[in-house]
């Protein structure tokens, strides 16, 4: 991943300038801009560093830790929490509801969020103004505070208690921000290529398959896992709209072992692992995009 | 949300022949705008609509319209509001505070190169994708009074035995506020990093022949171009840690005795286990007038005081 991102630098000479090696000796005013001292970078980062890992290591450590030990090193190794969460707290149910949340959530963002981020990025139409501030203006809206609207409505639906109410919820709150970022991704593509393939005869769906699509890849991969996170750790609208618990998902359940008479600690050690095991995997997978999806859609507007 | 109402009825355009361009950006956004329009919109208005009634499903002979009697409640009887509201602006403000210097700190260093650069990366960012109940269970086992983070210190002779910083009111605030802090500074740090990547070159190279310092760089270079950034990622966030009641919720539960309940949370509490829907949707219509009108004022003070 550092080469992609050694790429993009633009401020330090380091990775450019593959040319001629750099003069031996550079004056006291280029070493002080080249060089950051070393200690300066490692100290803090370091402090930062277990600032970070200790609470992840911390909650492994309870995870795998027998009952009643004080050990700081997780050994011997018991994965008594995990069969007690998985099996009797049924974890397993919460986790398969949480997956199919997500991936639902996942698939009608990025699928909703692709439509008006190209009209976004391609046209000008009449009410694209007031769209872009309907955008905006929805972020200021609190999700925690229209549950009691939101509720009536897949009260009268008949969506309450089906993973489907869940799902409608997360596209929605993510949708703004989805196609801020897609619509970002996508200006990022010179209109021209597009052309070049009406030219060639593609029609504009074709052309957008063909030329577009996979230039978007990096842009369509940032925004569908953070529809994927946000579903996945998101705990309000499954709290409220899922009542029975075969239809509740992972947040839900790690609250009500938080919320248990004496928390069991080990298991709650473990119900955190599991939740934190599918986002770790897709946050290692995306983090090389992270930072480009971000200078490309949401920041530069 | 007025805008958005225009969405679902687009005014068709005088047609000519088949699948002129015209028609298609209002088929691109219908499906956006229809959902925005159904979930959000909608919602919104019912809001305001129940902000003026009695809504209370456990008294059901007295609900009915109430007029501005909420409001009212809310200005001149309901002291919790304003004790929420506070410590809702004391939440926001630390979080912001402490997210921008310390993301900042981390965006500028993990910008610089070094050997473990992209694993570093990584781990720093990693708490990002943590959710705030994770991440409230990860501090609960943390501060656990018996075998938590304290024993060990206790053990250690630093401390004493037996305090869980989430039961005092005294420690409460700051043991929020870090567990907080893990999982936000990560994506200040992700948002200012983007932008900082952005800066040209040159101007370094420039101001260094200058005879320009680091120190003297960062201010004239690397902050002003920042700026825009930073403007905007405060009040993303600031809304979001406005709103977001997840982690207090599990964490304190709003507690020790109401120390640590935002307005949000008062909100949530009043109308879902006080079933108060009516009192509840006209705290939620002030709550979104504060945040609207503070957003505001912070855009235009930002644009125009902000001048470097």
Same mark, same amino acid.
């Given at each position: 991943?550092?080469?992609?991102?050694?790429?993009?630098?633009?401020?330090?000479?380091?990775?450019?300038?593959?040319?001629?090696?750099?003069?031996?000796?550079?004056?006291?005013?280029?070493?002080?801009?080249?060089?950051?001292?070393?200690?300066?970078?490692?100290?803090?980062?370091?402090?930062?560093?277990?600032?970070?890992?200790?609470?992840?290591?911390?909650?492994?450590?309870?995870?795998?830790?027998?009952?009643?030990?004080?050990?700081?090193?997780?050994?011997?190794?018991?994965?008594?929490?995990?069969?007690?969460?998985?099996?009797?707290?049924?974890?397993?149910?919460?986790?398969?509801?949480?997956?199919?949340?997500?991936?639902?959530?996942?698939?009608?963002?990025?699928?909703?969020?692709?439509?008006?981020?190209?009209?976004?990025?391609?046209?000008?139409?009449?009410?694209?103004?007031?769209?872009?501030?309907?955008?905006?203006?929805?972020?200021?809206?609190?999700?925690?505070?229209?549950?009691?609207?939101?509720?009536?409505?897949?009260?009268?639906?008949?969506?309450?208690?089906?993973?489907?109410?869940?799902?409608?919820?997360?596209?929605?709150?993510?949708?703004?921000?989805?196609?801020?970022?897609?619509?970002?991704?996508?200006?990022?593509?010179?209109?021209?290529?597009?052309?070049?393939?009406?030219?060639?005869?593609?029609?504009?769906?074709?052309?957008?398959?063909?030329?577009?699509?996979?230039?978007?890849?990096?842009?369509?991969?940032?925004?569908?896992?953070?529809?994927?996170?946000?579903?996945?750790?998101?705990?309000?609208?499954?709290?409220?709209?899922?009542?029975?618990?075969?239809?509740?998902?992972?947040?839900?359940?790690?609250?009500?072992?938080?919320?248990?008479?004496?928390?069991?600690?080990?298991?709650?050690?473990?119900?955190?692992?599991?939740?934190?095991?599918?986002?770790?995997?897709?946050?290692?997978?995306?983090?090389?995009?992270?930072?480009?999806?971000?200078?490309?859609?949401?920041?530069?507007? | 949300?007025?805008?958005?109402?225009?969405?679902?009825?687009?005014?068709?355009?005088?047609?000519?022949?088949?699948?002129?361009?015209?028609?298609?950006?209002?088929?691109?956004?219908?499906?956006?705008?229809?959902?925005?329009?159904?979930?959000?919109?909608?919602?919104?208005?019912?809001?305001?609509?129940?902000?003026?009634?009695?809504?209370?499903?456990?008294?059901?002979?007295?609900?009915?319209?109430?007029?501005?009697?909420?409001?009212?409640?809310?200005?001149?009887?309901?002291?919790?509001?304003?004790?929420?509201?506070?410590?809702?602006?004391?939440?926001? @403000? &630390?979080?912001?505070? #402490?997210?921008? !210097?310390?993301? *900042?700190?981390?965006? =500028?260093?993990?910008?610089?190169? $070094?050997?473990?650069?992209?694993?570093?990366?990584?781990?720093?960012?990693?708490?990002?994708?943590?959710?705030?109940?994770?991440?409230?269970?990860?501090?609960?086992?943390?501060?656990?009074?018996?075998?938590?983070?304290?024993?060990?210190?206790?053990?250690?002779?630093?401390?004493?035995?037996?305090?869980?910083?989430?039961?005092?009111?005294?420690?409460?605030?700051?043991?929020?506020?870090?567990?907080?802090?893990?999982?936000?500074?990560?994506?200040?740090?992700?948002?200012?990093?983007?932008?900082?990547?952005?800066?040209?070159?040159?101007?370094?190279?420039?101001?260094?022949?200058?005879?320009?310092?680091?120190?003297?760089?960062?201010?004239? @270079? &690397?902050?002003?171009? #920042?700026?825009? !950034?930073?403007? *905007?990622?405060?009040? =993303?966030?600031?809304?979001?840690? $406005?709103?977001?009641?997840?982690?207090?919720?599990?964490?304190?539960?709003?507690?020790?005795?109401?120390?640590?309940?935002?307005?949000?949370?008062?909100?949530?509490?009043?109308?879902?286990?006080?079933?108060?829907?009516?009192?509840?949707?006209?705290?939620?219509?002030?709550?979104?007038?504060?945040?609207?009108?503070?957003?505001?004022?912070?855009?235009?003070?930002?644009?125009?005081?902000?001048?470097?």
């Amino acid at each position: 991943m550092t080469a992609a991102l050694a790429e993009k630098r633009t401020d330090t000479p380091v990775s450019d300038a593959p040319g001629p090696p750099a003069p031996v000796r550079r004056t006291k005013r280029e070493r002080a801009f080249d060089d950051v001292p070393r200690w300066q970078i490692y100290l803090p980062l370091g402090l930062y560093l277990l600032f970070t890992l200790i609470p992840f290591y911390w909650m492994l450590l309870f995870a795998v830790r027998p009952a009643g030990s004080t050990s700081l090193v997780p050994w011997p190794m018991t994965f008594d929490h995990f069969d007690k969460v998985w099996n009797e707290r049924s974890f397993a149910t919460f986790f398969q509801n949480s997956m199919i949340v997500g991936v639902a959530t996942l698939v009608a963002t990025t699928a909703v969020a692709l439509a008006g981020g190209y009209a976004l990025a391609r046209f000008n139409f009449r009410i694209k103004g007031g769209f872009m501030l309907a955008l905006l203006c929805s972020q200021f809206i609190p999700g925690a505070l229209m549950l009691v609207p939101l509720f009536e409505i897949f009260k009268n639906l008949q969506l309450i208690n089906s993973l489907v109410s869940v799902i409608i919820a997360e596209t929605v709150f993510q949708l703004p921000l989805s196609i801020i970022l897609i619509s970002g991704f996508i200006k990022n593509v010179p209109v021209s290529l597009e052309e070049a393939a009406w030219v060639d005869g593609c029609g504009r769906f074709r052309a957008f398959c063909a030329v577009v699509l996979p230039l978007l890849r990096p842009g369509l991969i940032a925004v569908g896992s953070f529809a994927f996170v946000h579903s996945w750790n998101h705990f309000l609208f499954a709290l409220m709209f899922l009542s029975e618990q075969d239809k509740q998902t992972i947040p839900v359940g790690l609250n009500t072992l938080i919320g248990a008479d004496s928390v069991d600690l080990g298991a709650l050690a473990a119900g955190g692992v599991i939740a934190a095991v599918p986002v770790v995997i897709v946050f290692a997978f995306i983090q090389k995009w992270l930072v480009t999806g971000f200078s490309a859609g949401a920041v530069k507007g | 949300m007025a805008q958005a109402a225009a969405v679902a009825t687009p005014k068709k355009p005088p047609r000519r022949r088949s699948a002129t361009p015209r028609r298609l950006p209002y088929l691109l956004i219908a499906p956006a705008g229809l959902l925005m329009l159904g979930f959000i919109a909608y919602p919104v208005i019912s809001v305001f609509y129940y902000s003026l009634q009695n809504y209370n499903v456990t008294k059901p002979w007295r609900n009915g319209f109430a007029g501005l009697d909420n409001f009212k409640r809310i200005f001149t009887e309901d002291d919790q509001f304003w004790t929420t509201l506070a410590f809702s602006g004391q939440w926001v @403000i &630390t979080q912001i505070a #402490l997210q921008l !210097a310390l993301g *900042l700190g981390l965006a =500028l260093i993990v910008n610089q190169t $070094f050997i473990g650069r992209g694993i570093s990366r990584a781990m720093v960012f990693s708490p990002w994708a943590v959710s705030g109940v994770l991440t409230s269970t990860i501090w609960i086992l943390l501060y656990n009074s018996s075998t938590g983070f304290s024993r060990y210190l206790a053990d250690a002779g630093i401390g004493s035995y037996g305090t869980s910083v989430l039961s005092d009111t005294g420690t409460v605030f700051w043991a929020a506020t870090v567990a907080e802090l893990w999982r936000g500074v990560p994506f200040f740090a992700i948002l200012i990093l983007a932008d900082l990547q952005s800066v040209s070159k040159e101007l370094y190279e420039a101001a260094s022949v200058d005879g320009a310092g680091r120190l003297r760089q960062f201010f004239h @270079i &690397t902050l002003p171009h #920042l700026k825009d !950034a930073i403007i *905007l990622a405060t009040l =993303l966030r600031g809304v979001w840690e $406005f709103n977001n009641v997840d982690l207090l919720y599990t964490l304190t539960g709003g507690g020790p005795a109401g120390e640590t309940t935002t307005l949000p949370l008062y909100v949530a509490n009043t109308g879902i286990e006080g079933h108060d829907f009516g009192y509840a949707s006209a705290l939620t219509t002030v709550a979104f007038v504060i945040l609207l009108f503070c957003s505001i004022v912070y855009l235009r003070l930002s644009k125009f005081g902000g001048e470097k």
